[in-house]
């Protein structure tokens, strides 16, 4: 059965990109798409898409937009990327900003999106079979649909999926946003409906209790989240939806990813044609102004630069990491601490240690085929793309057991030679550089056992074929039951 499936985000490839979410947006639909579903996007019209995009749209419509306290009009306009059409809902005050998140009326913003998303389905006339939202955002649609948007039977009977991407993230606001930005009576509030802490409310938990299926980006992390230590106070409400909560892996896009038609690349390379991979790796070694030397491993990091992503535990070992035949190339930006470290180490050992503050895509790409071991040490990590990316471009992913790192990188097994990585458990960076260390004595002392993970690792898919196949499984049981 064909399913019409309407996706709702704050941002999406090839529009728009602050996080992971944005790939999941820009690859998702395109494969169900090719799958044979119907499958629409909607998306606010951000400053950077008003300056970059917006005289290739096509406009669609216009309408007003009241509830609570917006009373305001919202311009709606389109385009279709690979079969998938994109609406883009308009309004110059709320959404064309220096940032996209951020902002002390981000409730009224979103809430105002959430409403224009459900008013453009009446403009059209178009119900779909299934509304996926994604991450607090636009968590309370399912909420709205069955309240105020219930008086019309076509919304009480789209099915709803809510995927949460990274939990840390809510969309906590003051209690009087429930009828500000909403438009819903504060009972909701009193009865617990949309109450979090004890005087605010959280558009996720609205999502969570209000869809009829919850998903997360790995099944690690859907187990890891009703946990008091991963849960972010939320562990208890998700509990309640046990029975309807799962993990769907992500998967990267083959047509942004690939070793034989990446134009950022020096030179493309596959499986048959591994021996060129070092290519790139001197090409990168010379960009960074590192010594060119194809037999010094090199350590690649893409990546914000957070507690999150592990990176203390870096910068504890990092005088240690150094005194080994080791060069790093570090590309990303984020905590001021992390930073200044690295820009000391930069300065301090210039043969050994390269970082690019703030982010590049073209060296991105350089970073993923040139680099020996990609490093990732997060201390959480709902599902993870890089590892995905550095793993199809054969860099051999160093990570944390956890989340989708744990579920998507084999660690390496000595004794048959298998293995698509090397995995540490724990939050120690003793834990973490005594994996180093066995990596690099793997690249130095098993050159054999090296080259057979990359080739395992380049082997494994990691598109988004099967992870599609069950999003629209998961849409099936939903609509046909």
């Not at 562990?235 to 309807?244: E, S």
């Not at 098993?446 to 080739?455: G, L, N, S």
Request: include cysteine; proline fraction near 3%.
């Amino acid at each position: 059965m064909t399913q019409s499936i309407l996706f709702v985000a704050s941002e999406g490839l090839p529009y728009i990109k602050s996080g992971g979410l944005a790939d999941v947006i820009g690859s998702l639909p395109k494969e169900l798409q090719k799958n044979g579903s119907d499958v629409r996007v909607v998306l606010p019209l951000y400053q950077k898409m008003a300056i970059e995009d917006h005289e290739r749209f096509d406009y669609v419509v216009s309408y007003d937009v009241n509830a609570g306290n917006i009373h305001t009009m919202a311009n709606v306009y389109s385009e279709v990327v690979d079969g998938v059409t994109f609406y883009f809902i308009e309004h110059q005050l709320i959404f064309e900003r220096d940032q996209l998140y951020g902002y002390d009326d981000d409730a009224y913003r979103f809430g105002f999106f959430q409403h224009a998303t459900c008013r453009l389905l009446e403009a059209l006339n178009y119900f779909p079979d299934v509304i996926h939202t994604h991450d607090w955002h636009t968590a309370a649609i399912p909420f709205l649909c069955r309240t105020f948007y219930g008086y019309r039977k076509e919304f009480q009977t789209i099915k709803q999926v809510l995927t949460i991407h990274n939990l840390a993230f809510q969309g906590v606001f003051p209690q009087h946003e429930l009828w500000a930005s909403l438009g819903m009576d504060f009972t909701y509030f009193l009865d617990g409906t949309a109450r979090f802490y004890d005087d605010q409310i959280s558009y996720m938990k609205l999502g969570i209790l209000y869809a009829d299926k919850v998903t997360t980006v790995s099944n690690t992390y859907a187990q890891e989240i009703l946990t008091d230590e991963f849960g972010e106070n939320m562990q208890h409400v998700l509990g309640l939806r046990y029975y309807d909560l799962s993990g769907i892996v992500n998967g990267i896009d083959y047509d942004i990813w690939n070793t034989e038609t990446d134009k950022a690349l020096a030179k493309p390379y596959n499986l048959k044609t591994i021996k060129d991979k070092i290519q790139n790796k001197l090409a990168l070694q010379a960009e960074f102004g590192l010594p060119e030397d194809k037999d010094t491993i090199l350590v690649g990091v893409v990546s914000r630069l957070t507690w999150q992503k592990g990176f203390y535990l870096m910068v504890e070992k990092l005088p240690e990491m150094l005194q080994a035949k080791v060069q790093f190339v570090i590309l990303g930006n984020g905590e001021t601490n992390i930073e200044n470290t690295f820009h000391y180490y930069k300065e301090a050992y210039p043969d050994k240690f390269a970082f690019y503050q703030g982010y590049n895509e073209q060296l991105a790409h350089q970073i993923y085929a040139g680099s020996d071991l990609f490093f990732m040490p997060s201390m959480f990590e709902p599902c993870g793309i890089s590892q995905l990316i550095a793993m199809h471009y054969g860099s051999l992913p160093l990570v944390r057991e956890t989340g989708g790192l744990k579920d998507t990188v084999q660690a390496y097994n000595q004794f048959n030679q298998e293995g698509t990585g090397f995995v540490f458990s724990g939050k120690s960076a003793d834990a973490m550089r005594m994996v180093f260390d066995y990596a690099l004595d793997t690249y130095y002392n098993r050159p054999k056992d090296w080259q057979a993970m990359v080739k395992q690792a380049m082997a494994k898919d990691v598109s988004w074929k099967s992870s599609a196949h069950a999003y629209q499984e998961l849409y099936e049981s939903i609509t046909t039951s």
